[in-house]
């Protein structure tokens, strides 16, 4: 069934929610209850999987977008936007754009260690765009990175519609053509996308210090040659996650994120203690 044949219905969630501390969220599974053209909500069905940063239920891919120039990358957002969905289960995919003002290389380099799908785009010149739309084929993605990166632009070419983008420079100075509301858009050859806000900072929550490595998986498949078990990557000695590093088999950027990372968590423990 293709979303122009179904029924589109503005509906309310029951207070029985809010009591219950749930929201409902963008991609939710839910049964509705229909009164005078208007829909209830009355149940939501369990999530395969949740991201809380963006905000969306049962995504199963999560592309990552960052422009090879204006923004400049922010390469510690991004991993840490890797974690969280490496922890939830949701397959990543980078995506470099504006490769039509620079190619991307530095962002390419600092990722072709991790194993993860690049794809490199312009929606300028609509490259790329295509194979893009190949890699989400059936899947429900959701767009994320900086405010500016090209999401609505990547989005408007691969769905047809026309989303609203906005200089970079406005962005930052009046807050304009920013993407305020999330909305699922189907793709003809299958599959859904969803437009998200762009976001500049994020907090990583819900795991120890010691388990950070397991979610970098460049290092998650070297760690079981370390000489220590319980080898968190950074001191100890024969760490093959150390030696890989420093062989640039793992990118310097990741492995710097990786130990940024690991601190911050340390530090939030004992805190917390
Ligand atoms: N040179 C170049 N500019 C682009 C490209 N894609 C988007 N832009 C521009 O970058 C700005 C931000 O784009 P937008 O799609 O609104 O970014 P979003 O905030 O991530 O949704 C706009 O001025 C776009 O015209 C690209 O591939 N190349
Ligand atoms: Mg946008
Ligand atoms: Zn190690």
Same mark, same amino acid.
């Given at each position: ?30 049964e ?26 049962n ?53 072709k ?10 929606a300028? %010149?609509?490259? /790329?765009?295509?194979?893009?739309? +190949?890699?989400? =084929?059936?899947?429900t &993605? $959701? ?51 969803m437009?998200?806000?762009?976001f ?26 370390? %000489?220590?078990? /319980?080898c968190?990557?950074?001191? +100890?000695?024969? =760490?093959?996650?150390? &030696? $890989? ?25 004992e805190?917390?203690?």
């Amino acid at each position: 069934m293709k979303a122009s044949d179904r029924c589109v219905y503005e509906c309310k969630a029951r207070g029985i929610f809010r009591k219950l501390g749930i929201t409902p969220m963008i991609g939710d599974f839910v049964e509705v209850e229909v009164k005078n053209g208007k829909g209830n909500i009355t149940a939501i069905q369990p999530r395969k999987t949740s991201l809380i940063r963006p905000a969306a239920a049962n995504v199963d891919m999560l592309v990552l977008v960052a422009a090879s120039k204006e923004p400049e990358p922010n390469f510690l957002l991004l991993d840490k936007m890797l974690v969280h969905a490496e922890m939830n289960g949701i397959e990543p995919v980078i995506c470099i754009n504006k490769t039509d003002i620079d190619d991307g290389k530095k962002i390419y380099d600092a990722y072709k260690c991790t194993g993860y799908e690049i794809v490199k785009v312009s929606a300028l %010149r609509n490259e /790329g765009t295509a194979e893009l739309e +190949e890699v989400i =084929c059936g899947r429900t &993605a $959701a767009f994320a990175g900086l405010s500016g990166v090209g999401k609505s632009s990547l989005l408007s070419r691969i769905t047809g519609n026309n989303l609203q983008t906005g200089a970079v420079s406005d962005k930052i100075h009046r807050g304009r053509h920013t993407t305020r509301h999330v909305e699922l858009m189907e793709l003809e050859g299958g599959g859904y996308v969803m437009d998200t806000p762009g976001f500049s900072s994020m907090e990583l929550t819900g795991v120890r210090a010691e388990e950070l490595w397991r979610y970098f998986p460049e290092m998650a498949k070297r760690a079981g040659e370390c %000489r220590f078990r /319980g080898c968190v990557h950074i001191n +100890e000695p024969d =760490c093959a996650v150390k &030696a $890989a590093a420093e062989a640039g088999e793992i990118s310097t950027s990741r492995y710097q994120s990786y130990r940024d990372l690991y601190d911050t968590l340390k530090d939030i423990k004992e805190w917390k203690n």
